[in-house]
């Protein structure tokens, strides 16, 4: 349990994200909003937790990076 919660502290997506989601993204390797840009919303949505609350935090906290989703 240490190690993922070293993770969530390396991570830098949003605060806010539903636990469910929060663990996918954390199952899929992605702590890192850079890493989010090199991949689509159709692919996100394909990972259990994913729904359209978070992934309009995810284009958010993109969008304030300069970042979008990959098309």
């Not at 190690?3 to 929060?22: I, T």
């Not at 850079?34 to 937790?49: D, P």
């Amino acid at each position: 349990m240490g190690n993922e919660q070293s993770r969530e502290q390396e991570s830098e997506l949003p605060k806010g994200l539903a636990k469910p989601a929060q663990r996918a993204l954390a199952q899929a390797g992605f702590f890192r909003l850079e890493q989010l840009a090199k991949v689509s919303e159709a692919e996100l949505l394909k990972l259990h937790g994913m729904g359209p609350k978070t992934m309009g935090q995810l284009r958010a906290a993109l969008a304030e990076k300069g970042l979008s989703f990959a098309e």
